[in-house]
Structure formats: C-alpha cells, structure tokens
C-alpha cells in the first residue's frame, strides 16, 4: 500500500487499512463513526495521535507485549485483509507447534470467531489473548 502524502484526500475505501496498518484495532464500524470521510492523511494521523490507543498501557512491558501480539497477527495475515482466515490461522498454529487436524482447526475458529463471520478479526484475536 502506498502511503498517501499529508494533504491527499483519503477515502473510506483506504482508511481502514490505513488504520490497521498504523495499529488501531478499531473495526470498520468505529472508524466510520469517528472520523468524517473522506479525510485527509494530516487530519487522519492527528486524530490517531490523539486517540493512540497503546498510550492505556502505562507499563512498558505490558506495551511491547500488547504491540508484539499485534504484530504477530499481522505477520500471519498474509492477503492483509485485517482478518485470519482459516489458512492464515492454520500456519500461525503450525508455526507454533501445534498440531490440528482440519476439523480442530475450524474448531477453534469457531471459538475465536465471536461475532461469527468465519475470519478472525484483530479484535478478536486481542481477546482471545485475554485483551
Ligand atoms: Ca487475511
Ligand atoms: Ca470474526
């Protein structure tokens, strides 16, 4: 994706990768909610400095854990659709030694996918780390 520069106009369309990618795990919804679009890349990152979300975490530690968990959700979202899939989900686990069958696998799906749309949204991953 190509970072648009400071005054380009942003649409709704780029805003919640853009979102992810700079680590606000608002869905899709709240984005729309929070900011009026189509914005500007300026007023988007000004908005995000207000609104960090990371800036909770007084302890150091705690931040680097929580931006590590984020992180390693990214890494497994290979399309970077903002969600794991079933197969994005597979490798993260077989990565980590675990060893599902197809049917544990989606299994576990089931129980991260709260609001049940089949993918793993970041949010969902957050809770299911206890976030
Ligand atoms: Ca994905
Ligand atoms: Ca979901």
């Known amino acids: 994706m190509n970072i648009p520069?400071?005054?380009e106009v942003i649409d709704l369309q780029q805003l919640a990768p853009l979102a992810y990618r700079v680590g606000t795990y608002y869905t899709h919804d709240q984005l729309v909610a929070e900011i009026e679009t189509p914005t500007t890349f300026e007023s988007f990152f000004s908005w995000y400095l207000k609104n960090d979300k990371?800036?909770?975490f007084s302890d150091?530690?705690?931040s680097l854990q929580f931006?590590?968990?984020i992180d390693n959700f990214r890494q497994y979202d290979s399309?970077?659709?903002g969600t794991l899939d079933i197969d994005e989900l597979a490798k993260l686990y077989y990565d980590q030694d675990y060893e599902y069958t197809r049917d544990q696998l989606a299994e576990e799906l089931k129980k991260l996918d709260l609001d049940g749309n089949g993918e793993i949204e970041l949010e969902e991953w957050l809770v299911s780390r206890g976030y």
């Open 60 to 62: 150091i530690e705690e």
């Open 54 to 56: 990371f800036r909770k």
């Open 79 to 81: 399309d970077e659709s």
């Open 5 to 7: 520069n400071n005054l």
């Open 67 to 69: 931006h590590e968990v």
